[in-house]
């Protein structure tokens, strides 16, 4: 995975789609993460997540020339970064209840 900030310096490239489906992180639904596709020259594109504009965000490193299947792919690194989080969010539950006791 790439690492950048969206609309950002250190962005691969200029031009972006957000995927219409979303993924959300915390148990309110107040927070989403984005699919994402970067359009290279010549159509081409990179896949990944983005938790919004001047955020963290991430593309895998496979170029696709099929939109479609760099869609289908945001879609599946963007339920997987929502479910680390998800994870992630839970184990720090834990650990302040935890702290409190």
């Not at 992630?88 to 539950?93: G, K, L, M």
Request: glycine letters at 6%.
């Amino acid at each position: 995975m790439h690492i950048f900030y969206l609309d950002d310096v250190g962005m691969p490239c200029n031009r972006y789609e957000l995927i219409a489906k979303r993924w959300y992180y915390d148990a309110n639904q107040d927070n989403p993460i984005h699919g994402v596709i970067l359009l290279l020259p010549h159509r081409r594109f990179l896949a990944g997540y983005t938790f919004g504009k001047h955020m963290s965000s991430g593309v895998d490193t496979v170029v696709f020339t099929d939109k479609t299947e760099a869609i289908l792919h945001a879609e599946e690194c963007t339920r997987i970064q929502a479910e680390e989080m998800q994870d992630y969010q839970a184990a720090s539950d834990e650990e302040e209840l935890g702290d409190l006791s």
